[in-house]
């Protein structure tokens, strides 16, 4: 049996499953925009990171960042409150240093 054939039956099988059914995005047009802005020899790792879930660490931490925000705004006990204003401080530091890193190098 060739792949083609193969890959052919597993896709059938699966739509036949459902598999397909509830998929994000599902119905909506595929925006390749910032595909096609990513230098051509960027876009195959990119997208291997993308696809995995990999985000650089400054961006894990202003995820951090935004977290803890939120959680400020629901708190009201004002210790605690203090604790995160702190945390969220720590962070923002964090990030600036991430950020300064790089043109440190050059």
């Known amino acids: 049996m ?3 054939k193969f890959v052919e039956e597993q896709i059938s ?3 036949q499953a459902g598999e397909f059914d509830n998929l994000p995005g599902k119905g909506k047009p595929i925006d390749l925009r910032a595909y096609f ?4 020899e960027l876009r195959a790792a990119y ?3 993308k696809s995995n879930d990999f985000a650089p660490q400054e961006v894990e931490v202003l995820k951090e960042i935004d977290a803890l925000k939120k959680r400020l705004a629901s708190c009201s006990d004002e210790e605690q409150k203090d604790r995160l204003r702190k ?6 530091l964090a990030f600036n240093l991430l950020i300064e890193k790089p043109k440190r190098r050059s």
């Open 2 to 4: 060739s792949i083609e």
């Open 13 to 15: 099988r699966a739509i």
């Open 37 to 40: 802005e990513t230098p051509e």
């Open 47 to 49: 997208s291997i990171l």
């Open 87 to 92: 945390e969220i401080s720590d962070k923002k």
